[in-house]
């Protein structure tokens, strides 16, 4: 290879070649040295056990003038020191205090992953990241965070994964505010809380108001590019969910998992469904249970007076069986429900084997603009034997199916796939052929994207 090759060229070779061969031109052609650094210290994982010189080194090395610019996404994992990450020296040991400042030093950094002990408080302001103007992705993976308004860092995305449960939390009477109040939120984009505890701490900052009607205007104008939210928890009131999706009013993307049920609501607080003042935001999609479709599919009128009507593209409903399904849409109202065109849901096969032409056509009845529909069919939980005892035959099942898709006129793609468990080998399900020969006599020019059979344990 000659060292008088474009740098564009070396950069190519650089990218493509094993990280061996990497460090072997690192270390004996100056010529390409800078350009291979630029691949070789993109990324920066440091996860102590100890507290020795060993790490101080590495801190040092990788915080060094010729390395730092280099780092452009960074892995810290401090939980198994033990040690609280805060500003207050006299409470932490140095290796903490010394791991932030080294990571100030990456100028070019766009990531920032990290991992602080779980029940011990994490303070903002000693992570040092307010000099990283090229940061736009914080993801806390675990950690106790402390409320902050004193920084505020034009983040594009945050991420806190596996938060604390609420008595646990070191300030949790403290949440008067959005928990992410150490963010610019006209820079925010997307939001992510996952959270095993049953009360969603991250909900306190919002829902301090009596009622969803109440929420801080000043705070709800200020999320405007703000639009893709996932939250997890196993349930909340309905007020607390209300006033929370109210805050972002450019919301486009909602993802709910792990939710199970509705607690009791807040005292004095409004109950749902939300009123015609409430700011819901206008989703275009939306991946979770059904249960909370009545909640999100509404239309109301806007400050002016003007009445607006959201048009959700794509549902995707995780949970419940086809009678959920129904059940919830039922209590959306016609005019929102028009403007979807995506599908995914589940079903049970006791449902479509029972009586799917009438449960899978009544609810397919509610969006008759649909034009892509994906059903996982589980056989889990059926009152029908799987195999060869489900009451019907495999072509008589498609035959029912394709006859309750024959009144969606805009229907153009469907996807079934049958989920089996896996102790019960012996029923193959519908395959594809089968679908495919009572779709095209029910519903002509309806093109079946496929039909498996997927074991599950």
Not at 67 to 76: F, L
Not at 189 to 213: E, K, M, T, Y
Not at 228 to 245: G, L
Request: hydrophobic share 40%; with cysteine; proline share 9%.
């Amino acid at each position: 290879m000659s060292p008088e090759l474009p740098p564009e060229l070396w950069l190519e070779i650089i990218h493509s070649a094993p990280r061996e061969t990497l460090l072997t031109l690192h270390r004996v052609s100056p010529a390409v040295s800078s350009l291979s650094r630029t691949v070789l210290f993109a990324e920066f994982i440091f996860s102590p056990i100890y507290s020795d010189e060993h790490e101080f080194h590495r801190l040092t090395f990788w915080s060094s003038k010729r390395i730092a610019p280099n780092v452009r996404s960074c892995s810290i994992n401090l939980s198994v020191l033990g040690e609280p990450i805060t500003t207050d020296t006299s409470r932490t040991i140095p290796l903490v205090s010394a791991t932030f400042a080294a990571v100030s030093h990456f100028t070019n950094l766009q990531k920032l992953i990290c991992g602080a002990p779980r029940m011990l408080p994490l303070e903002i302001p000693a992570l040092q990241l307010e000099t990283l103007k090229s940061l736009k992705s914080l993801h806390i993976a675990s950690g106790s965070i402390v409320p902050c308004t004193t920084v505020k860092l034009p983040l594009e995305e945050f991420t806190h994964s596996d938060m604390p449960f609420p008595e646990s939390h070191p300030r949790c009477d403290f949440f008067t505010s959005p928990p992410i109040a150490f963010i610019d939120p006209s820079t925010l984009r997307s939001l992510i809380f996952q959270s095993s505890s049953i009360v969603p701490i991250w909900l306190g900052g919002w829902v301090s108001q009596p009622a969803p009607d109440t929420v801080d205007t000043d705070i709800i104008k200020s999320y405007t590019n703000l639009h893709s939210v996932e939250i997890s928890c196993t349930h909340f009131s309905q007020s607390e969910f209300i006033s929370f999706i109210a805050t972002f009013p450019a919301l486009h993307d909602l993802t709910v998992v792990n939710f199970r049920r509705f607690a009791p609501s807040t005292p004095g607080a409004a109950a749902p469904p939300p009123t015609k003042t409430t700011p819901i935001p206008h989703l275009t999609k939306y991946r979770g249970p059904a249960q909370l479709l009545p909640f999100l599919l509404v239309v109301h009128s806007d400050p002016a007076g003007e009445t607006a009507v959201p048009r959700p593209h794509t549902l995707d409903i995780t949970r419940g069986g086809l009678a959920d399904l129904w059940r919830a849409l039922q209590h959306c109202q016609a005019a929102v429900l028009e403007g979807v065109v995506c599908l995914r849901s589940q079903a049970e096969l006791s449902e479509l084997a029972r009586g799917g032409e009438s449960s899978l056509r009544d609810t397919l009845a509610f969006v008759p603009n649909l034009q892509d529909l994906d059903v996982v069919v589980h056989s889990n939980g059926t009152r029908y034997p799987v195999g060869r005892n489900i009451g019907i035959t495999d072509q008589d099942l498609c035959n029912r199916v394709a006859s309750a898709l024959s009144n969606n006129k805009m229907l153009q793609k469907v996807k079934f796939t049958w989920r089996s468990a896996s102790d019960d080998p012996s029923w193959q399900g519908p395959t594809q052929a089968m679908l495919d020969e009572g779709v095209k006599r029910e519903v002509p020019g309806l093109t079946v994207l496929e039909s498996k059979i997927t074991f599950t344990v």
